[in-house]
Protein backbone atom coordinates (compact mmCIF):
# COMPACT_ATOMS: atom_id res chain seq x y z
CA UNK A 1 0.00 0.00 0.00
CA UNK A 2 2.34 3.03 -1.28
CA UNK A 3 -0.34 5.63 -0.64
CA UNK A 4 -2.31 5.49 2.57
CA UNK A 5 -6.20 5.85 2.02
CA UNK A 6 -8.31 5.97 5.02
CA UNK A 7 -11.38 5.12 3.44
CA UNK A 8 -9.83 2.14 1.48
CA UNK A 9 -8.78 0.58 4.98
CA UNK A 10 -12.54 1.29 6.31
CA UNK A 11 -13.99 -0.98 3.95
CA UNK A 12 -11.30 -3.90 3.76
CA UNK A 13 -11.22 -4.01 8.05
CA UNK A 14 -15.34 -3.92 8.05
CA UNK A 15 -15.30 -6.67 5.30
CA UNK A 16 -12.48 -8.48 7.56
CA UNK A 17 -15.01 -7.93 10.57
CA UNK A 18 -18.02 -9.65 8.28
CA UNK A 19 -16.32 -12.40 7.89
CA UNK A 20 -15.07 -13.03 11.79
CA UNK A 21 -18.97 -12.23 12.85
CA UNK A 22 -19.50 -15.53 10.64
CA UNK A 23 -16.72 -17.91 10.15
CA UNK A 24 -16.48 -19.86 7.07
CA UNK A 25 -15.50 -23.59 7.11
CA UNK A 26 -12.05 -22.62 6.78
CA UNK A 27 -11.79 -20.39 10.05
CA UNK A 28 -14.20 -23.05 11.88
CA UNK A 29 -11.63 -25.12 11.38
CA UNK A 30 -8.61 -22.89 12.96
CA UNK A 31 -11.05 -22.45 15.59
CA UNK A 32 -11.30 -26.26 16.80
CA UNK A 33 -7.63 -26.43 15.94
CA UNK A 34 -6.41 -24.23 18.78
CA UNK A 35 -7.31 -26.71 21.61
CA UNK A 36 -4.41 -28.87 20.25
CA UNK A 37 -2.34 -25.85 20.85
CA UNK A 38 -2.90 -24.16 24.04
CA UNK A 39 -5.72 -26.08 26.13
CA UNK A 40 -6.90 -22.80 27.09
CA UNK A 41 -7.94 -22.04 23.69
CA UNK A 42 -11.65 -23.73 24.00
CA UNK A 43 -13.51 -23.39 20.52
CA UNK A 44 -16.11 -21.73 22.70
CA UNK A 45 -13.39 -19.01 24.23
CA UNK A 46 -11.90 -18.63 20.43
CA UNK A 47 -14.95 -18.55 19.05
CA UNK A 48 -15.69 -15.77 21.54
CA UNK A 49 -12.71 -13.72 21.00
CA UNK A 50 -13.08 -14.03 16.73
CA UNK A 51 -16.88 -12.66 16.81
CA UNK A 52 -15.84 -9.78 19.27
CA UNK A 53 -13.25 -8.70 17.10
CA UNK A 54 -15.82 -9.28 14.33
CA UNK A 55 -18.37 -6.99 16.05
CA UNK A 56 -15.51 -4.27 16.62
CA UNK A 57 -14.34 -3.86 12.90
CA UNK A 58 -17.60 -2.21 12.06
CA UNK A 59 -18.16 0.45 9.68
CA UNK A 60 -19.40 3.40 12.03
CA UNK A 61 -16.96 2.63 14.81
CA UNK A 62 -13.93 2.37 12.45
CA UNK A 63 -15.09 5.81 10.92
CA UNK A 64 -15.47 7.08 14.02
CA UNK A 65 -12.19 6.00 15.89
CA UNK A 66 -10.01 7.16 12.78
CA UNK A 67 -11.98 10.18 12.24
CA UNK A 68 -9.65 11.36 15.22
CA UNK A 69 -6.45 10.92 13.98
CA UNK A 70 -4.72 13.28 11.10
CA UNK A 71 -4.38 10.00 8.93
CA UNK A 72 -4.87 11.01 5.45
CA UNK A 73 -1.30 11.68 3.95
CA UNK A 74 1.42 9.55 2.32
CA UNK A 75 2.07 6.39 4.31
CA UNK A 76 4.81 6.83 6.78
CA UNK A 77 5.32 3.20 6.48
CA UNK A 78 7.49 3.18 9.95
CA UNK A 79 8.59 -0.44 11.29
CA UNK A 80 6.66 -0.88 14.28
CA UNK A 81 7.90 -4.13 15.99
CA UNK A 82 5.21 -6.06 17.82
CA UNK A 83 5.88 -8.12 21.16
CA UNK A 84 2.24 -9.80 21.18
CA UNK A 85 0.63 -11.71 24.69
CA UNK A 86 -0.36 -15.09 24.21
CA UNK A 87 -2.80 -14.73 27.34
CA UNK A 88 -6.11 -15.16 25.41
CA UNK A 89 -7.11 -15.64 21.67
CA UNK A 90 -5.98 -12.86 19.55
CA UNK A 91 -5.35 -10.24 22.73
CA UNK A 92 -2.87 -8.74 20.08
CA UNK A 93 -5.07 -8.04 17.56
CA UNK A 94 -5.99 -4.81 18.04
CA UNK A 95 -2.09 -3.51 17.92
CA UNK A 96 -1.48 -5.33 14.66
CA UNK A 97 -4.65 -3.31 13.50
CA UNK A 98 -3.77 0.07 15.15
CA UNK A 99 -0.15 -0.67 13.00
CA UNK A 100 -1.73 -0.80 9.38
CA UNK A 101 -4.20 1.50 10.31
CA UNK A 102 -1.92 4.05 10.37
CA UNK A 103 -0.14 2.83 7.50
CA UNK A 104 3.08 1.59 9.29
CA UNK A 105 4.65 -1.81 8.70
CA UNK A 106 4.23 -4.43 11.73
CA UNK A 107 6.77 -6.42 12.69
CA UNK A 108 5.13 -9.53 14.52
CA UNK A 109 6.44 -11.14 17.27
CA UNK A 110 3.58 -13.76 17.71
CA UNK A 111 3.00 -15.51 21.33
CA UNK A 112 4.11 -19.30 20.92
CA UNK A 113 0.81 -19.91 22.90
CA UNK A 114 -1.56 -17.74 20.25
CA UNK A 115 0.53 -17.55 16.84
CA UNK A 116 -1.48 -19.60 14.74
CA UNK A 117 -4.91 -17.32 14.98
CA UNK A 118 -3.28 -13.88 13.60
CA UNK A 119 -1.73 -15.28 10.65
CA UNK A 120 -5.24 -16.95 9.61
CA UNK A 121 -6.45 -13.62 10.06
CA UNK A 122 -4.22 -11.41 8.82
CA UNK A 123 -4.26 -13.80 5.52
CA UNK A 124 -8.37 -13.18 5.09
CA UNK A 125 -8.06 -9.52 5.11
CA UNK A 126 -4.96 -9.89 2.55
CA UNK A 127 -7.68 -12.09 0.51
CA UNK A 128 -9.76 -8.77 0.63
CA UNK A 129 -6.90 -6.55 -0.60
CA UNK A 130 -3.93 -7.61 -1.43
CA UNK A 131 -1.92 -4.49 -0.75
CA UNK A 132 -1.80 -5.38 3.61
CA UNK A 133 0.79 -7.87 2.55
CA UNK A 134 3.47 -5.34 2.45
CA UNK A 135 2.33 -3.66 5.57
CA UNK A 136 3.16 -6.76 7.62
CA UNK A 137 5.32 -9.45 8.20
CA UNK A 138 6.00 -12.22 10.86
CA UNK A 139 9.24 -12.02 12.81
CA UNK A 140 11.65 -14.54 15.17
CA UNK A 141 13.76 -11.98 16.18
CA UNK A 142 13.26 -8.02 15.88
CA UNK A 143 16.01 -5.82 14.35
CA UNK A 144 15.47 -2.86 12.10
CA UNK A 145 12.44 -1.61 13.73
CA UNK A 146 11.64 2.17 14.28
CA UNK A 147 9.23 1.56 16.68
CA UNK A 148 8.24 -0.93 19.64
CA UNK A 149 4.85 -2.09 21.23
CA UNK A 150 5.54 -4.69 23.53
CA UNK A 151 3.27 -6.57 26.16
CA UNK A 152 4.67 -8.64 28.95
CA UNK A 153 4.85 -9.23 32.52
CA UNK A 154 5.91 -6.64 35.55
CA UNK A 155 9.75 -8.79 34.89
CA UNK A 156 9.57 -8.76 31.20
CA UNK A 157 8.84 -5.25 31.09
CA UNK A 158 12.02 -4.29 32.82
CA UNK A 159 13.94 -6.46 29.64
CA UNK A 160 12.00 -4.49 27.39
CA UNK A 161 12.76 -1.19 28.64
CA UNK A 162 16.82 -2.46 28.70
CA UNK A 163 16.81 -3.31 24.92
CA UNK A 164 14.32 -0.58 23.58
CA UNK A 165 14.09 2.09 25.43
CA UNK A 166 16.17 4.28 22.69
CA UNK A 167 13.41 4.01 20.02
CA UNK A 168 10.21 5.40 20.83
CA UNK A 169 7.99 2.80 22.79
CA UNK A 170 4.73 1.77 24.36
CA UNK A 171 5.56 -1.25 27.33
CA UNK A 172 2.85 -2.79 28.94
CA UNK A 173 3.09 -4.21 32.38
CA UNK A 174 0.80 -6.53 34.51
CA UNK A 175 -2.92 -4.99 34.79
CA UNK A 176 -6.04 -6.62 36.38
CA UNK A 177 -9.55 -5.65 36.69
CA UNK A 178 -12.16 -4.68 39.61
CA UNK A 179 -15.98 -4.53 39.68
CA UNK A 180 -17.18 -1.97 42.44
CA UNK A 181 -20.26 -3.86 44.17
CA UNK A 182 -22.72 -1.52 45.70
CA UNK A 183 -25.42 -4.29 46.60
CA UNK A 184 -28.18 -3.06 44.95
CA UNK A 185 -27.06 -4.99 41.99
CA UNK A 186 -29.78 -6.87 40.42
CA UNK A 187 -29.09 -10.95 40.03
CA UNK A 188 -29.15 -10.39 35.97
CA UNK A 189 -26.24 -7.84 36.61
CA UNK A 190 -24.38 -10.37 38.93
CA UNK A 191 -24.91 -12.76 36.24
CA UNK A 192 -22.87 -10.65 33.61
CA UNK A 193 -20.30 -9.89 36.38
CA UNK A 194 -19.74 -13.91 35.97
CA UNK A 195 -18.89 -12.91 32.53
CA UNK A 196 -16.26 -10.37 33.43
CA UNK A 197 -14.95 -13.13 36.10
CA UNK A 198 -15.18 -16.31 33.91
CA UNK A 199 -14.62 -15.58 30.17
CA UNK A 200 -11.12 -17.11 28.89
CA UNK A 201 -11.13 -18.70 32.21
CA UNK A 202 -10.11 -15.22 34.00
CA UNK A 203 -6.63 -14.70 31.84
CA UNK A 204 -7.29 -12.01 30.31
CA UNK A 205 -5.91 -8.50 32.02
CA UNK A 206 -9.68 -7.26 31.33
CA UNK A 207 -11.02 -9.94 33.43
CA UNK A 208 -12.33 -8.88 36.92
CA UNK A 209 -9.87 -10.16 39.99
CA UNK A 210 -11.29 -8.69 42.62
CA UNK A 211 -14.49 -6.94 44.18
CA UNK A 212 -14.18 -3.95 46.31
CA UNK A 213 -18.06 -4.82 48.89
CA UNK A 214 -19.50 -2.51 50.81
CA UNK A 215 -18.88 -3.38 54.46
CA UNK A 216 -21.01 -6.61 55.75
CA UNK A 217 -21.77 -7.31 52.32
CA UNK A 218 -23.50 -10.68 52.43
CA UNK A 219 -21.91 -12.79 48.90
CA UNK A 220 -24.91 -15.79 49.04
CA UNK A 221 -26.71 -13.32 46.80
CA UNK A 222 -23.73 -13.18 44.58
CA UNK A 223 -23.37 -16.98 44.46
CA UNK A 224 -26.62 -17.61 43.88
CA UNK A 225 -26.41 -15.28 40.37
CA UNK A 226 -23.47 -16.68 39.02
CA UNK A 227 -24.21 -20.29 39.76
CA UNK A 228 -24.75 -20.84 35.95
CA UNK A 229 -20.90 -20.56 35.30
CA UNK A 230 -20.74 -23.65 37.22
CA UNK A 231 -19.44 -25.64 34.07
CA UNK A 232 -16.01 -23.62 34.04
CA UNK A 233 -15.06 -26.48 36.89
CA UNK A 234 -15.12 -28.76 34.01
CA UNK A 235 -12.07 -27.65 32.16
CA UNK A 236 -9.25 -29.86 33.48
CA UNK A 237 -6.85 -26.55 34.14
CA UNK A 238 -8.85 -24.74 35.90
CA UNK A 239 -10.13 -26.92 37.74
CA UNK A 240 -6.29 -27.95 38.42
CA UNK A 241 -6.14 -24.43 39.67
CA UNK A 242 -9.04 -24.25 41.89
CA UNK A 243 -8.00 -27.81 43.72
CA UNK A 244 -4.44 -26.50 44.26
CA UNK A 245 -5.34 -22.96 45.62
CA UNK A 246 -7.98 -24.86 47.56
CA UNK A 247 -5.25 -27.27 49.11
CA UNK A 248 -3.36 -24.22 49.77
CA UNK A 249 -5.80 -22.33 51.41
CA UNK A 250 -7.10 -25.59 54.07
CA UNK A 251 -3.47 -26.37 54.83
CA UNK A 252 -2.74 -22.90 55.85
CA UNK A 253 -6.07 -22.48 57.62
CA UNK A 254 -6.76 -19.17 55.27
CA UNK A 255 -10.45 -17.81 55.42
CA UNK A 256 -11.89 -17.94 52.72
CA UNK A 257 -15.55 -18.33 50.96
CA UNK A 258 -16.28 -21.55 47.94
CA UNK A 259 -19.15 -22.48 46.13
CA UNK A 260 -17.35 -25.16 44.44
CA UNK A 261 -16.03 -23.56 41.39
CA UNK A 262 -14.99 -20.14 43.02
CA UNK A 263 -12.87 -19.42 45.73
CA UNK A 264 -13.26 -15.75 47.72
CA UNK A 265 -10.45 -14.19 49.57
CA UNK A 266 -10.50 -11.08 51.32
CA UNK A 267 -6.48 -9.36 50.35
CA UNK A 268 -5.36 -6.30 49.97
CA UNK A 269 -3.84 -7.42 46.29
CA UNK A 270 -5.30 -7.00 43.05
CA UNK A 271 -4.35 -9.96 41.17
CA UNK A 272 -5.60 -13.04 42.41
CA UNK A 273 -4.52 -16.69 41.16
CA UNK A 274 -7.10 -18.59 38.66
CA UNK A 275 -10.11 -19.94 40.16
CA UNK A 276 -10.03 -17.27 43.11
CA UNK A 277 -11.34 -13.67 43.09
CA UNK A 278 -9.89 -11.47 45.98
CA UNK A 279 -12.17 -8.85 48.03
CA UNK A 280 -11.57 -5.79 49.72
CA UNK A 281 -14.69 -3.98 51.76
CA UNK A 282 -14.91 -0.32 51.71
CA UNK A 283 -17.14 1.90 54.45
CA UNK A 284 -18.55 4.57 51.58
CA UNK A 285 -18.59 5.28 47.45
CA UNK A 286 -15.89 7.88 48.55
CA UNK A 287 -13.88 5.30 50.23
CA UNK A 288 -14.25 3.28 47.63
CA UNK A 289 -13.12 5.98 44.90
CA UNK A 290 -10.38 6.78 47.13
CA UNK A 291 -9.01 2.61 46.76
CA UNK A 292 -9.35 2.62 42.96
CA UNK A 293 -7.74 5.91 42.52
CA UNK A 294 -4.50 4.38 44.44
CA UNK A 295 -4.48 1.11 42.28
CA UNK A 296 -5.20 2.92 39.12
CA UNK A 297 -1.53 2.19 37.87
CA UNK A 298 -2.70 -1.40 38.58
CA UNK A 299 -6.11 -1.24 37.26
CA UNK A 300 -6.90 -1.98 33.51
CA UNK A 301 -11.09 -1.26 33.79
CA UNK A 302 -13.47 -0.94 36.58
CA UNK A 303 -17.06 -2.89 36.39
CA UNK A 304 -19.74 -0.90 37.95
CA UNK A 305 -22.83 0.85 37.66
CA UNK A 306 -21.95 3.41 40.20
CA UNK A 307 -21.64 7.25 39.89
CA UNK A 308 -17.43 7.19 40.31
CA UNK A 309 -15.16 9.59 38.81
CA UNK A 310 -12.04 7.95 38.07
CA UNK A 311 -9.06 8.11 35.32
CA UNK A 312 -9.48 4.21 34.78
CA UNK A 313 -11.86 2.62 31.84
CA UNK A 314 -15.36 1.98 33.48
CA UNK A 315 -17.46 -0.33 31.85
CA UNK A 316 -21.12 -1.58 32.62
CA UNK A 317 -21.65 -5.43 34.36
CA UNK A 318 -20.84 -8.21 31.61
CA UNK A 319 -18.78 -6.00 29.09
CA UNK A 320 -14.90 -6.00 30.37
CA UNK A 321 -13.99 -8.55 27.68
CA UNK A 322 -15.69 -6.09 24.94
CA UNK A 323 -13.77 -3.55 24.21
CA UNK A 324 -14.10 -0.91 21.51
CA UNK A 325 -11.79 0.37 19.45
CA UNK A 326 -10.82 3.36 21.08
CA UNK A 327 -10.63 1.53 24.41
CA UNK A 328 -6.61 1.18 24.89
CA UNK A 329 -4.74 -0.82 26.85
CA UNK A 330 -3.38 0.82 30.02
CA UNK A 331 -4.78 4.19 28.61
CA UNK A 332 -1.87 4.90 26.43
CA UNK A 333 -3.97 5.63 22.90
CA UNK A 334 -1.86 3.73 20.45
CA UNK A 335 -2.74 5.50 17.73
CA UNK A 336 -1.74 8.65 18.65
CA UNK A 337 1.53 6.97 19.67
CA UNK A 338 1.45 5.67 15.93
CA UNK A 339 0.40 9.24 14.28
CA UNK A 340 2.99 10.90 15.96
CA UNK A 341 6.40 8.62 14.40
Not at 231 to 247: C, F, G
Not at 250 to 261: E, M, P, R
Not at 294 to 315: D, G, L
Not at 320 to 329: G, N, V
Request: glycine residues 4%; hydrophobic residues 40%.
Amino acid sequence: MSKFNIKNSINSFSSLGKQLIAPDAQLMATIEDERYHNAWFTPQSVLQAVTAIGKMLNEADLENWLSKYNLAKEAANKKVGLILAGNIPLVGFHDVLCVLASGNHALIKASSQDARLIKVILQKLVDIDPGFAEQFSFVERLADFDAIIATGSNNSSRYFDYYFGKVPNIIRKNRNSIALITGEETAEQLFKLGHDIFDYYGLGCRNVSKLLVPKDYNFNFFFESIEDHKAIIHHHKYNNNYDYNKSIYLVNSNKHLDNGFLMLKEDERIASPLAVLYFGYYDNLASAQQTLEQQAENIQCIVATAPISVNNQVVAFGQSQQPALWDYADGIDTMEFLSNL
